[in-house]
T-cell receptor, first 115, second 111 residues
Framework: DADVTQTPRNRITKTGKRIMLECSQT?????MYWYRQDPGLGLRLIYY???????NKGEISDGYSVSRQAQAKFSLSLESAIPNQTALYFC??????????????FGPGTRLTVT | QQQVKQSPQSLIVQKGGISIINCAYE??????FPWYQQFPGKGPALLIA?????SEKKEGRFTISFNKSAKQFSLHIMDSQPGDSATYFC??????????FGTGTRLQVFP
């Protein structure tokens, strides 16, 4: 089984709809992240959480919100989806006690299309 | 805005050749410089990383060269293979524990 799972893997939604992307991990890591990937723009950080009670905005948080329901679960919501939120979304985890503080483990991604 | 600039955007190399991808950073608060590899349909995965007090790190066919004074680092893939075809992201680890990624390089290695 994958250590970092994302659901759904693909989603098509309409402008104005609310949508939630979910991420679960079995790695026991304390830190979790949400990124979006766009061609030519690389990976950009949306939100990150260093523990259940610590949530921080990333580089491009406008139009998004998150919830850390448990150490293993981190959800990303688009309250009112717009077409320029069409992208590939990745969840990632890391372990603050690891010697490799630069290592993040990514899920398989969710391809979101907003029409 | 902290940035990491990556080039080229795409790279085509013949099997057995050397692939070189370059990155430049601006912020001196970065403490590690990792490279991530992403295959189609998958999430990125850590490939190799270097600290700023080291000028070169080699793991198998993959080498990072680091130039602190120029604020530049590069990934060299020796004896490139078709299985190396992927998108490569350089990154800089900020001391606030965030990764700042480059824009990515799509590498294609032809037999």
């Amino acid at each position: 089984d994958a250590d970092v799972t994302q659901t759904p893997r693909n989603r098509i939604t309409k402008t104005g709809k609310r949508i939630m992307l979910e991420c679960s991990q079995t790695k026991g890591h304390d830190r979790m992240y949400w990124y979006r990937q766009d061609p030519g723009l690389g990976l950009r950080l949306i939100y990150y959480s260093f523990d259940v009670k610590d949530i921080n905005k990333g580089e491009i948080s406008d139009g998004y919100s998150v919830s850390r329901q448990a150490q293993a679960k981190f959800s990303l919501s688009l309250e009112s989806a717009i077409p320029n939120q069409t992208a590939l979304y990745f969840c990632a985890t890391s372990d603050s006690t690891s010697g490799k503080i630069y290592e993040q483990y990514f899920g398989p991604g969710t391809r979101l299309t907003v029409t | 805005q902290q940035q990491v600039k990556q080039s080229p955007q795409s790279l085509i190399v013949q099997k057995g050749g050397i692939s070189i991808i370059n990155c430049a950073y601006e912020n001196t608060a970065f403490d590690y410089f990792p490279w991530y590899q992403q295959f189609p349909g998958k999430g990125p995965a850590l490939l190799i990383a270097i600290r700023p007090d080291v000028s070169e790190k080699k793991e198998g066919r993959f080498t990072i060269s680091f130039n602190k004074s120029a604020k530049q680092f590069s990934l060299h893939i020796m004896d490139s293979q078709p299985g190396d075809s992927a998108t490569y992201f350089c990154a800089s680890h900020h001391n606030t524990d965030k990764l700042i990624f480059g824009t990515g390089t799509r590498l294609q290695v032809f037999p």
